[in-house]
């Protein structure tokens, strides 16, 4: 009877059925110099953030609903190096709530363009 009502109620407010598993999220960043791919990480709740490294580097992920159908990823790069740091908001990215890859390129001019690849998919 608790399995039927718990499925039930999970039919009855998609957004409970979205964010019942979390999501995993990989990003890779490139620009003219390197490329940094980020370990996969997993957002198990909405409003939470989450950090990976890559190199000196480091990437920090939020997911957020925006409706039934939508989630919202907020990302935020920063990179420590001897010359400086570095620190950067990404493009906020309004994704399909059951997984999506998304690859924007950035820049004015080879020299200056970097790329931003992410996949989101629900964890299950």
Not at 44 to 51: A, E, M, R, S
Request: charged share 25%.
């Amino acid at each position: 009877m608790k399995r039927k009502l718990l499925g039930l109620l999970m039919f009855s407010f998609p957004c409970l059925a979205l964010s019942s598993g979390g999501y995993e999220v990989s990003v890779m960043v490139k620009d003219a110099e390197k490329e940094l791919i980020f370990p996969p990480i997993e957002i198990p709740f909405f409003g939470q953030t989450v950090i990976s490294h890559a190199g000196d580097c480091a990437y920090s992920g939020k997911l957020t609903q925006e409706s039934e159908t939508t989630i919202r990823l907020e990302g935020k790069m920063s990179c420590h190096y001897k010359e400086g740091d570095s620190f950067m908001d990404m493009p906020a990215l309004s994704l399909d709530g059951s997984g999506q890859v998304v690859s924007i390129e950035l820049g004015d001019g080879d020299a200056h363009m970097w790329k931003y690849n992410v996949e989101v998919k629900p964890i299950n």
